[in-house]
């Protein structure tokens, strides 16, 4: 007989199920009896701790988010020289997308699937505010310590920085971006930011 789990640890599990299930099978292909077949419980208790299958995709997104922002406060506290933090960033970001856990793709589906909704769009914006202001932090810390130019606009740079996020989340839906380009951007941000074309030691 299979032990029952407290309900946080639960809740837990389904959430983490449903990131896995929806990575794999999209908004629309998932379903909550997949869902909760792949957990090890029942369509009822899954409805018990999320009230629909768009509490449980939004519920996944914030649980991608929480991930993310361990994973780059965790390359920032690896790394001594503030030169490197957003590149570091940028790099734990990439692997997270690779292992199917990236908050990009959730991102872009939602919006494609039913941004038209207020209350989708309406937790779009206040998550993506709260990544926003996270990065901006990071940027100005870098700033602060003299690793980029006084010059550039900690807010502006920070919106810069998650649009490349999307970009390779809208570029995976079309087979990724041309070879090579990638790069590019990387050289590119560093020379901006740093006014220096050499890469941070990572």
């Known amino acids: 007989m299979r032990e029952r789990l407290p309900a946080s640890e639960r809740r837990a599990a389904v959430l983490d199920t449903a990131c896995r299930v929806f990575a794999r099978c999209s908004y629309r292909g998932a379903t909550t009896a997949e ?6 419980v029942t ?14 995709y939004l519920a996944c997104i914030d649980s991608a988010w929480a991930r993310v922002r361990e994973a780059w406060q965790a390359a920032i506290e690896a790394e001594d020289d503030p030169r490197a933090w957003i590149f570091a960033m940028g790099r734990a ?4 997308k ?5 908050v990009a793709a959730l991102w872009i589906e939602a919006l494609t699937e039913w941004g038209d909704e207020p209350e989708v769009r309406r937790f779009l914006r206040r998550h993506l505010r709260e ?14 310590a003299g690793a980029m130019l006084p010059e550039r606009d900690p807010r502006a740079e920070a919106w810069i920085f998650i649009a490349i996020g999307l970009l390779t989340g809208a ?8 070879h090579g380009d990638l790069e590019r951007i990387r050289v590119s941000r560093i020379t901006w930011l740093t006014g ?4 941070p030691a990572i």
């Not at 369509?43 to 449980?56: A, C, G, N, T, V």
């Not at 970001?93 to 997270?96: D, K, N």
């Not at 220096?196 to 890469?199: F, H, Q, Y």
């Open 131 to 144: 990544v926003h202001e996270f990065v901006t932090g990071v940027v100005s810390r870098c700033q602060a």
């Open 171 to 178: 570029a995976a839906r079309l087979g990724g971006l041309p």
């Open 93 to 96: 970001f990439f692997r997270l």
């Open 35 to 40: 869902i909760a077949r792949e957990a090890g």
């Open 196 to 199: 220096d074309a050499s890469e």
């Open 43 to 56: 369509e009822p208790i899954l409805y018990r701790h999320f009230d629909s299958k768009q509490d449980l």
């Open 98 to 102: 690779e292992e199917k856990t990236g």
